[in-house]
């Protein structure tokens, strides 16, 4: 069965340092997303994107993101100059349509 | 008021038990209404969705939508231990950006 498939499962960064997350979607899906979900909170929406091109982002998703589909196959999501409060676990979606599918995380620790 | 409530549980029920998960929401441009598994630490698994108002059955699920209400329903039926997760309701208007509850956490003892 298709699924959504993250590297890296886990990483941990220092503070101020460049973190880029990796996903491959499902491979016919076209809309892409990116989630995050603090320890013991809702997951909440960073960034959807379509065509080559970001169709929505939420106000999380600052000058400090960024996304990237690098070629056919992936999608990531780099956050520049990490913060403390950016640790938490990042799940990547796709979409052929509605049924939104998700990958298993990268739990992101920043210290 | 937030998009979406969902109450957080925990609920702890027998095995073989009918569970009743619930979610209600404010904001009326809604339209597709999902339902995700989660176990710990782990990606949101899809369950079922529902476009607008009705009923909708998979196997031992049933999801329910009344919108005149701006309330959701998952019923599982003959709960197993196995059934023991988060459940979290999710939601879509227009666009493509889910909202999400904070999930329910269902423990089905033997």
């Known amino acids: 069965e298709p699924e959504v498939t993250q590297t890296p499962s886990h990483q941990v960064t220092q503070m101020g340092q460049e973190v880029i997350l990796r996903c491959v979607p499902i491979s016919n899906h076209l809309y892409f997303y990116w989630y995050r979900q603090i320890l013991g909170q809702k997951v909440e929406f960073l960034v959807s994107f379509y065509n080559n091109e970001i169709s929505e982002k939420s106000e999380i998703f600052d000058d400090q993101f960024s996304v990237e589909r690098p070629d056919g196959s992936n999608f990531t999501l780099k956050i520049r100059s990490t913060k403390l409060e950016d640790s938490a676990m990042y799940f990547c979606a796709s979409s052929e349509l509605i049924e939104a599918f998700f990958g298993q995380g990268t739990r992101l620790t920043v210290v | 008021q937030k998009e979406v409530e969902q109450d957080p549980g925990p609920l702890s029920v027998p095995e073989g038990a009918i569970v009743s998960l619930n979610c209600t929401y404010s904001n009326s441009a809604f339209q597709y209404f999902m339902w995700y598994r989660q176990y710990s630490r782990k990606g949101p698994e899809l369950l079922m969705y529902?476009?607008?108002?009705g009923n909708k059955e998979d196997g031992r699920f049933t999801a329910q939508v009344d919108k005149s209400s701006k309330y959701i329903s998952l019923f599982i039926r003959d709960s197993q231990p196995s059934d023991s997760a988060t459940y979290l309701c999710?939601?879509?208007?227009?666009?493509?950006?889910?909202?999400f509850g904070t999930g329910t956490q269902l423990k089905v003892e033997l």
């Open positions: 999710a939601m879509r208007g227009g666009g493509n950006k889910l909202t």
């Open positions: 529902t476009y607008s108002s």
